[in-house]
């Protein structure tokens, strides 16, 4: 049974005993907070646990490395529509040690996309869409510095409201402990 198959057959199960009950909230996040973290598979039940983050406090956005690399990208209109249509009150930026993005290079990316089979034009749709493809899939050395670098990119946003609550946070990966970087 292929790991596909599993997920499907407990989800099954799961609705048909109505295991689903004590997670019943609404879309507006009781805390008003917002939370860009990383996808890093070591936080996905540790944030939430370390924070006393029960289900539906708050909205949590992850990407790779809890980063905003476009102003007006995905990740910023998500936090807009927190704000404006959720009642976010919070925004809170919470990178962590070790992470994967700090070992990621362009240059590295673009030849394991060769192995798998991406075609070289394929990147001349990139140049074609103005994308400079090293500063797209460029990582970071610290990680304090680019949770800093996103709370600047969300603070000096033309939509975000004067004086919206944002603060930065290192966590650590393997005990949860949080470090304050900036608030």
């Given at each position: ?7 499907l ?56 490395g809890?980063?905003?690399?476009h ?6 209109r ?9 009642g976010?009150?919070?925004i ?27 075609k ?29 670098e ?17 603060s ?11 470090d304050?970087?900036?608030?």
């Open positions: 049974m292929t790991y596909r198959e599993e997920m057959l407990f989800n099954e199960k799961f609705v048909e005993n109505k295991e689903y009950e004590c997670f019943t909230t609404t879309k507006y996040p009781d805390r008003k907070v917002a939370i860009l973290t990383c996808m890093d598979t070591r936080l996905s039940a540790l944030l939430p646990a370390a924070l006393n983050i029960r289900n539906g406090d708050a909205k949590i956005i992850k990407n790779a809890a980063l905003i690399k102003p007006f990208g995905s990740v910023m998500s936090l807009l529509i927190c704000i404006y249509e959720l976010v009150r919070e809170w930026v919470i990178g962590h040690y070790d992470c994967g993005m700090q070992a990621v290079s362009a240059g590295s990316m673009v030849e394991k996309m060769l192995e798998r089979g991406v070289p034009e394929a990147f001349d749709q990139l140049k074609q869409n103005n994308v400079d493809i090293n500063e797209w899939l460029k990582g970071f050395r610290d990680p304090a510095e680019s949770v800093r996103t709370l600047e990119i969300i603070k000096k946003h033309p939509l975000v409201p004067e004086g919206m609550d944002c930065g946070y290192l966590m650590d990966p393997l005990t949860g402990r949080v304050i970087v900036q608030t």
